[in-house]
């Protein structure tokens, strides 16, 4: 599957799965007062980006790249851009890729869809324009207003959004129709905007809520620009979901397009086809608009907001939709707002970082979490010492639903992984199916379904339900009762765990969702190196192949050859997989150290895990950190195992780091990981104090 299409399917995710979506504006310096500098920030779908001393700092998803650090691993926390192209001018945080523009008129951008080809994407910097003036970021395509005044665009193009008068998707920057004298530029989902040197807007692309504002609405694209009706004076412009709003001159706003959930702030939920002006107290100097949600700053410094509040982007009332505007910060003079997906993010007058509150599913908000936060809860300085964070529930299986709402707090999961809780290899190998899938791995009784299982299937509502292992882990009965209520039900199992790993395996390759190629290989027997393992193999995409100490199963041969593995990871030491096993798989490379805890610091070294984030699992009664392997495969954080009271040894723990430990996830109770454990190793193994980011020893 190309990346567009991948773009495409990741795009209707993040719409029916993930309610998250922002096209997000370049934020450029609004005349702020009191600035010396410009404020550079902008929220995107699922990422943020802040420009801080000249440095471009980034947090949030990253699975395209787009946060430009040379990775595609998720940021809870900020990390600095590998963004050296002389000085921004502004950044723009869109879908699933960044552009930041310099002020020679360089435009630069990372992620998907960055002008190296449609099937292409890029993790660092690519170059892609000259004698630039402004760019936006959209969903999969992108926007720039060139220093002549013309406007050109790339990417997808189903919906006419870029405005070529095609349909056909573009790798390249191609012109919009004959627009000439254009002053700024915005996207939205599908469809794009422009104010030209008298104030008049056009608009382009699909036109189904009336996002255009030219009076009408329909399925039919408009792929050349047409003139936006009954406003001029505009000085700015942008696009939300399927909405369009404008600031002019005199600081009035005016909305158009849908109002499902009163996000054109006009007292109703009935779409407008023109625009409306909005009923507000205060002049404004600056606006942004998320999926569902729209920010106004107004001239005094304080923050309006209206429309979706679901996630409590807006304030911590818990009320779903304001139709009307209502003053939702006014703690100290704002300078600059953004709104993501249904993040938003403001900067203050006397703070050198951003607040940030709202939806956290991809670690947007830099929090070092997962969890969401409200107003006024968070703020980045917070980072300047470490944050922990307890996973647990009284027993195993009310661990697995602990850690699936925190990492699933609002239903996203479109499926749910289901293993045996009190005989868990078939789960250890479902960590990289569980992570592809971006599915939670619970875990039930073998043969009734564990009540707490069953009730927090019912609130993910997945359409997909796979169990591993057969009839013997976990039974018919809760089969069919699955069957009953769940869309698609899939058993992947074998008449043992060997078998059960290799029907995992299989699955995966023949779905394309793993590395081709190359596998994990660990004891199927003696558990904790596999629980090591799993959440680093299925961020890289390894299945996990199970074996015995002395021989290797035939089930396990037979997947080695089916899957064409060419080389393999060994883990642990010749105690538990020996030397004759290691011969017979390909190419084989072993990792392991003294114990089980000493090879899961060597497994987190020699494959290259991100220390930012750590978990911590006991190392003796580990099921509690199975469903915790999934939640850590997202940021391609280790598991380290830890015994009671005593930390990993210093030494081997130092000389795995490749960047300082801001956050950690304890996953279990105090029974098995003490509080004492970790306020051990805080200031020791990491550094309360540190800096929260170090950008000369990054770029380094």
Do not use: C
């Not at 324009?129 to 999969?140: F, P, Q, R, Y």
């Not at 060139?146 to 189903?158: A, I, L």
Request: hydrophobic share 40%; proline share 4%.
């Amino acid at each position: 599957m190309n990346t567009i299409k991948k773009l495409r399917v990741k795009t209707v995710l993040f719409i029916f799965m993930l309610f998250a979506f922002f096209p997000n504006q370049m934020v450029y310096a609004e005349e702020v007062k009191a600035a010396t500098e410009p404020v550079l920030l902008d929220a995107g779908m699922l990422h943020t980006l802040y420009v801080k001393d000249g440095n471009l700092l980034a947090w949030g998803d990253n699975y395209f790249g787009e946060l430009g650090d040379g990775t595609n691993i998720t940021r809870l926390y900020p990390i600095a851009s590998k963004v050296d192209e002389g000085k921004i001018q502004s950044v723009s945080a869109g879908g699933f890729n960044s552009l930041v523009l310099g002020e020679d008129g360089t435009l630069w951008g990372f992620g998907a869809n960055v002008g190296l080809g449609i099937n292409e994407i890029s993790n660092t910097p690519v170059k892609i324009l000259d004698n630039v003036k402004e760019a936006i970021s959209g969903t999969v395509f992108n926007i720039a207003l060139k220093t002549d005044g013309t406007v050109w665009t790339w990417g997808v193009n189903e919906f006419g959004q870029l405005g070529d008068g095609t349909i056909e998707d573009k790798a390249v920057p191609v012109r919009v129709g004959d627009l000439s004298g254009i002053t700024t530029i915005s996207a939205g989902y599908r469809h794009g905007l422009a104010v030209d040197g008298n104030g008049d807007v056009w608009a382009w692309g699909d036109n189904s809520a009336g996002q255009l504002g030219i009076g009408t609405s329909g399925s039919i694209p408009q792929t050349t620009p047409v003139k936006v009706t009954g406003i001029t004076g505009i000085k700015k412009i942008v696009g939300g979901w399927d909405y369009s709003a404008g600031l002019d001159g005199e600081g009035r706003v005016y909305t158009w397009g849908q109002n499902d959930f009163g996000q054109l702030g006009l007292n109703s939920k009935v779409n407008s086809l023109v625009p409306a002006l909005v009923n507000l107290e205060t002049p404004m100097s600056d606006i942004d608009a998320g999926q569902m949600h729209m920010v106004a700053l107004g001239s005094d410094g304080k923050v309006w907001g209206w429309g979706n509040n679901a996630f409590n982007q807006l304030d911590n009332t818990n009320q779903i939709d304001y139709l009307d505007p209502k003053l939702v910060y006014n703690e100290d003079r704002v300078l600059a707002v953004a709104a993501g997906s249904a993040h938003t993010v403001v900067l203050e007058e006397n703070s050198s970082s951003p607040l940030v509150w709202g939806y956290n599913t991809s670690g947007q908000l830099g929090n070092a979490s997962m969890l969401h936060g409200n107003l006024g809860s968070y703020s980045l300085t917070d980072l300047d010492s470490s944050v922990v964070q307890r996973l647990s529930g009284q027993n195993r299986i009310k661990t697995a639903v602990a850690i699936t709402q925190n990492g699933w707090p609002y239903a996203e999961a479109a499926t749910v992984v289901l293993a045996r809780a009190d005989d868990f290899p078939d789960a250890l190998s479902g960590t990289t199916l569980a992570s592809a899938l971006a599915a939670p791995i619970l875990l039930t009784d073998s043969k009734v379904i564990s009540p707490e299982t069953a009730e927090e299937i019912a609130r993910l509502q997945p359409e997909n339900i796979i169990i591993l292992g057969g009839e013997g882990a976990i039974s018919k009965e809760i089969s069919d009762q699955l069957v009953a209520k769940y869309r698609t039900v899939i058993r992947l199992g074998g008449k043992n765990r060997f078998e059960t790993s290799r029907e995992i395996a299989r699955f995966l390759h023949e779905n394309q969702l793993i590395q081709e190629g190359k596998a994990v290989v660990a004891n199927g027997m003696n558990f904790p190196d596999a629980l090591a393992v799993s959440s680093l193999a299925a961020y890289q995409k390894l299945p996990i192949l199970l074996t015995d100490t002395n021989v290797l199963p035939a089930a396990t041969q037979a997947a080695l050859s089916e899957l064409g593995i060419e080389s393999s990871v060994v883990i642990g030491g010749t105690g538990v997989v020996s030397e004759t096993v290691k011969q017979k798989l390909p190419s084989a490379v072993r990792y392991s150290g003294k114990n089980r805890y000493e090879t899961s610091l060597a497994v987190a070294r020699g494959m290259n895990a991100d220390t930012g984030t750590i978990f911590l699992a006991s190392g003796e009664n580990f099921p509690d950190a199975l469903a915790g392997s999934v939640f850590a495969a997202w940021t391609n954080s280790p598991i380290i195992l830890v015994n009671g009271n005593n930390p990993p040894d210093k030494e081997t723990y130092d000389s795995l780091l490749n960047q300082k430990t801001r956050n950690i996830y304890i996953l279990g109770g105090t029974g098995v990981i003490p509080d004492s454990l970790v306020a051990s190793m805080d200031g020791v193994y990491f550094s309360a104090s540190a800096e929260w980011y170090d950008w000369q020893e990054y770029k380094s």
